[in-house]
C-alpha cells in the first residue's frame, strides 16, 4: 500500500540575484537563517524540503512521524539552485526534491517523489530502509518514474552549526622516514578491549581512550589510518542477507561522519555532538603525537547500479556525477566494481572531492588521506593521467599539499593498475612488496618443503631497497625517494599475519557467497595443516608441535622485512598480537568477531606483541633503517663506503655473476648508518630448508664489531645471545627460514 504523502505548508519563495549563488551545500547565516545551494545541471526544479518530527514515538520509517515544508529554489545558475531562508536553526532535517526529465534511456532520473540526500551534508540522520520506495533507481514496476514518497525510508541531511577549525592548534607533522602506519578500523579495534569502557567501545571516543593510546605509542606507531569513517550505508543484496558493509566502502555523504562509530551519548544529541565526538578523537591522538589519516572513497558511491538505490546523487544530477558508457540507451561505466563510477572527467565531481577533503582537513583536524582505488580519480577521456585536474590540485593545493597524501593505485578499469605512477608527494600502496614478501617466506618455502624448486631473492632485494624501479620514475628522477612505498604485507582485505601462516586457501563461507568471493591470490603457507590449533589444544601436541613454532618464525620473519625494509611501513591491526579471521580473506561484510580485534592474549600473542614493539624500536633507533632517499650504490658525501652494499653466504660483496644465480635463498643486506654517529646495520635475510654458518662481511671502517642484536629464531626480542658452538669470529650459524639482525656503533 501506497504511503501517505506528507503534509505540505507552501512558502513564500525569495528572490536571489544571479551574482549571490552561495557555496555548495547548506549553510547557518548570521541572521538566524540558512543559505542553500545543490548542483541539479539539468532539472527543470528543485525544492528545498524541511522536515520535522512530530511525532518522535513512531517508528523511524512511519510517514506519519514527518511533516514536510517546501521551498522552491532560484536556478539554475551554471546549474545550481540556491536560495536564502529565514528562520532555520542547526539541527533541522532537511532534504531536496527534484522536478525533470524522467528518461532512464538518456541517463535522466529526476523524480520528485524521492527526497534527496545533500551531497553536501554535514550531518546526517536515520537510516536506509531497503523497500521498493528507494531501490530500482526510482522506476516503478512501468519503468516510469515511481510515485512512492521516499520520505520516511531514507536518512536526512542535517543544518549543522557553523563550521569551527580543528582542536588541535598544530598537527603531529612526522616525517615520512619516520612514520609508521597503522590500519585499523574503528569499531572493531576497541569493541573488545577490556580496559576500554563499554559505553565507548566501538566508537571515535573509544579510540582515544587512553588504553587504546597506550598501545599504539608503545607499539611506535605514529600514524593512525582508519577505514572509511564517511557516513555510509549497505548494499542492498548484503541487508537482505542481514550483513552489512562493515568496512565501511560504500559512501553515503562525503562530508558527514559515519554516526554509527558514535557513542550512545553523541547519537541521541545529534549530529553536531557526532562531529565533535571525531573531533575530539583527533585531537586527543594528536596530543599524544599521533597523526590521523582517513581511508577515502570518492570513486563510487552506495547507490550501485542503474536499478539500485535512489538516494542522492542519482536524483540530482545522473549524468554528470555519474561516468556512463556513451550508448544509447546510457548504461553506467565502472571501473569500481560496485556497480557505478563518479566521473572525475567533470568539474564539478572534482570539485566535490576537494571540498570534502579541505572540510575534514580544516574542520576536523586529520593529516591526510588514504586514496581508495586512485586510479579512478585519475581517468580522462584517455584512461589514466597522472597530471589530471584532481591530482594536480592535490599537489598544489594550500591546504592539501601539505598533507600524507596515499594512493591505492589501482581500480579494475583498463589499464588500472598503475603502482609506482602517481605523481610526487604522492605515496602508494605498493602490492610488489607484498607480493615478494609473501612469496619468499611462505610461496617458495611451501613449494621447497614438497620438494620443488624454490625462487630466489632478486624480487624481494628490489622491495627492501626501496622500489626505485617502482618509484624512481619522475621529473628529475628518484625525487620520491623510497617512503613513496607504503610497504605492507597484509591489509584490511586478505588474511591477515597470523591466517596468512595457518591457512593455504581462503575460507569465507560466512559471507554467504559459497567462499567465491575474495582473492585465490594469497601466497600462504599453512606449513602442513590447514587452520589454527583447535580450541583446547596447543603447540605441545602432535601435529602441532612440528607445525606452530614454524609459523611464528614465519611471523616473525614476515614482520622483520617490513620493518627493515626501506619505504614506508603499515601495520594492519592485530597482526602484532596474533589476530585470525579464521581464514577469511574478504571479510568486509563481518561485523562480527570475524573482524574485531581480540585482546585476550595468549603467551604466544604476547611474545609476537613484544616482537613487533622491539622492530619497530629498532627502526626508530637506527637512522640506517630509515632511508630518505634512494640508495644509488655510491659513496654518501664525505664517506668511502657506498650508501648500500650486499654481500653472499661468503661475505663477500655480491657482483654481476653473483646476482645472476637462480634460486639464491640467502642474503646479506648491510644498511650504513648515514653519518660518522650513527651504527651500521646488517640484516640477514635466510629462505632456505638448511641452516648455515655463514662469514659475516668486515664491519666498515670506523665501526666496531658486528653485534646480533635480534633473531627471528628467538620467540622473544631478549633471546639467547651467547653465540653458537659452531661459530667462530666473523661466522654466524643462521638456521634455515630466518632473519638476523646485527649492527656494528661506532
Known amino acids: 500500500m501506497e504511503a501517505a504523502r506528507p503534509k505540505v505548508t507552501p512558502l513564500t519563495r525569495p528572490t536571489r540575484t544571479r551574482s549571490h549563488v552561495p557555496p555548495l551545500g547548506v549553510r547557518p547565516t548570521p541572521d538566524g537563517g540558512i543559505d542553500v545551494a545543490v548542483l541539479a545541471s539539468h532539472a527543470h526544479g528543485v525544492e528545498l524540503c524541511l522536515v520535522d518530527v512530530v511525532d518522535p514515538d513512531k517508528d523511524q520509517h512511519d510517514p506519519e512521524r514527518y511533516t514536510e515544508r517546501r521551498i522552491t529554489l532560484d536556478g539554475p545558475t551554471y546549474g545550481v539552485w540556491h536560495g536564502h531562508v529565514a528562520n532555520v536553526s542547526p539541527g533541522q532535517r532537511y532534504g531536496f526534491r527534484v522536478h525533470g526529465p524522467w528518461d532512464p534511456g538518456a541517463g535522466m532520473r529526476h523524480n520528485p517523489a524521492k527526497l534527496l540526500l545533500d551531497p553536501y551534508a554535514r550531518g546526517i540522520e536515520g537510516e536506509v530502509a531497503y523497500v521498493p520506495a528507494t531501490l530500482d533507481g526510482g522506476a516503478g514496476d512501468d519503468g516510469g518514474p515511481d510515485e512512492q514518497d521516499s520520505l520516511p525510508y531514507v536518512p536526512h541531511a542535517v543544518v549543522m552549526p557553523a563550521e569551527q577549525g580543528p582542536r588541535s592548534s598544530q598537527r603531529p607533522r612526522v616525517p615520512w622516514a619516520d612514520t609508521v602506519v597503522y590500519e585499523a578500523h574503528v569499531r572493531g579495534l576497541t569493541l573488545l578491549h577490556p580496559e576500554v569502557p563499554e559505553e565507548l567501545r566501538g566508537t571515535y571516543a573509544g579510540l582515544a581512550h587512553p588504553a587504546v593510546i597506550e598501545h599504539l605509542t608503545s607499539l611506535g606507531v605514529t600514524t593512525l589510518e582508519l577505514l572509511p569513517i564517511h557516513a555510509s550505508t549497505a548494499e542492498p543484496w548484503l541487508a537482505g542477507r542481514g550483513l552489512t558493509n562493515y568496512w565501511g566502502y560504500s559512501t553515503m555523504g562525503f562530508f558527514a561522519p559515519h554516526p554509527a562509530y558514535a557513542t550512545a551519548a553523541a547519537r541521541e544529541a545529534g549530529p553536531a555532538a557526532v562531529l565533535d565526538e571525531v573531533r575530539g578523537m583527533v585531537h586527543l591522538l594528536h596530543e599524544a603525537g599521533i597523526e590521523v589519516i582517513l581511508d577515502v572513497v570518492y570513486n563510487h558511491t552506495c547507490e550501485g547500479g542503474d536499478d539500485a538505490l535512489h538516494l542522492s546523487w542519482r536524483g540530482l544530477d545522473n549524468t554528470l556525477y555519474y561516468l556512463h558508457d556513451g550508448g544509447t540507451p546510457a548504461r553506467l561505466a565502472d571501473v569500481t566494481g560496485t556497480g557505478n563510477t563518479l566521473d572525475f572527467r567533470r568539474t564539478r565531481v572534482v570539485q566535490m572531492a576537494l571540498d570534502s577533503l579541505r572540510y575534514w582537513a580544516e574542520v576536523v583536524g586529520v593529516d591526510g588521506y588514504r586514496f581508495d582505488l586512485a586510479v579512478t580519480l585519475g581517468r580522462d577521456h584517455d584512461g589514466y593521467n597522472p597530471d589530471h585536474p584532481f591530482l594536480s590540485a592535490l599537489r598544489t593545493d594550500p591546504v592539501l599539499s601539505g598533507l600524507k597524501l596515499v594512493a591505492e593505485p589501482w581500480d579494475v578499469g583498463p589499464g588500472g593498475w598503475r603502482t609506482g605512477r602517481f605523481p610526487a608527494p604522492m605515496a602508494e600502496w605498493n602490492d610488489r612488496f607484498r607480493n615478494a614478501a609473501r612469496s619468499f617466506w611462505l610461496e617458495a618455502a611451501r613449494a621447497g618443503s614438497h620438494g620443488a624448486p624454490m625462487h630466489g631473492l632478486r624480487e624481494l632485494t628490489t622491495r627492501l631497497a626501496g622500489s626505485a624501479d617502482l618509484f624512481g620514475h619522475s621529473d628529475p628522477p628518484l625525487m620520491r625517494g623510497p617512503v613513496a612505498s607504503v610497504n605492507y604485507v597484509t591489509a584490511h582485505d586478505g588474511f591477515t599475519l597470523a591466517d596468512l601462516v595457518a591457512f593455504d586457501h581462503k575460507h569465507n563461507e560466512a559471507n554467504g557467497e559459497d567462499n567465491r568471493d575474495g582473492t585465490d591470490d594469497n601466497r600462504s603457507w599453512n606449513h602442513g595443516v590447514e587452520g ?182 628467538w620467540d622473544t626480542p631478549d633471546g639467547p645471545e651467547q653465540a653458537d658452538e659452531e661459530e667462530t669470529p666473523g661466522t654466524a650459524l643462521v638456521e634455515s627460514l630466518s632473519v638476523e639482525v646485527f649492527v656494528a656503533r661506532r
Open 532 to 713: 589454527h590449533t583447535p580450541e583446547g589444544d596447543d603447540a605441545t601436541t602432535e601435529p602441532w608441535s612440528a607445525v606452530v613454532p614454524l609459523r611464528r618464525r614465519s611471523q616473525r620473519n614476515l614482520l622483520a622485512t617490513l620493518l627493515l625494509a626501506a619505504g614506508t611501513p603499515m601495520i594492519t591491526a592485530g597482526d602484532e598480537m596474533g589476530r585470525s579471521q579464521g581464514g577469511n580473506n574478504n571479510a568486509y561484510a563481518q561485523d562480527t568477531a570475524i573482524s574485531w580485534v581480540d585482546w585476550d592474549l595468549n603467551a604466544a600473542d604476547r611474545e609476537l606483541l613484544a616482537t613487533a614493539r622491539y622492530l619497530v624500536g629498532l627502526r626508530s633507533e637506527h637512522a640506517a633503517l630509515r632511508a630518505e632517499s634512494f640508495f644509488l650504490g655510491t659513496p654518501r658525501p664525505g664517506e668511502d663506503h657506498p650508501d648500500l652494499l650486499w654481500f653472499g653466504t661468503d661475505g663477500v660483496l655480491m657482483d654481476a655473476e653473483a646476482w645472476a644465480v637462480d634460486g639464491r635463498r640467502l642474503i646479506q643486506m648491510l644498511r650504513p648508518g648515514p653519518g660518522d654517529d650513527e651504527a651500521d646495520v646488517l640484516c640477514v635475510l635466510h629462505g632456505g630448508l638448511e641452516d648455515v654458518v655463514l662469514t659475516l662481511p668486515e664491519p666498515l671502517e670506523g665501526a666496531g664489531p658486528w653485534q646480533r642484536v635480534w633473531s627471528s629464531t
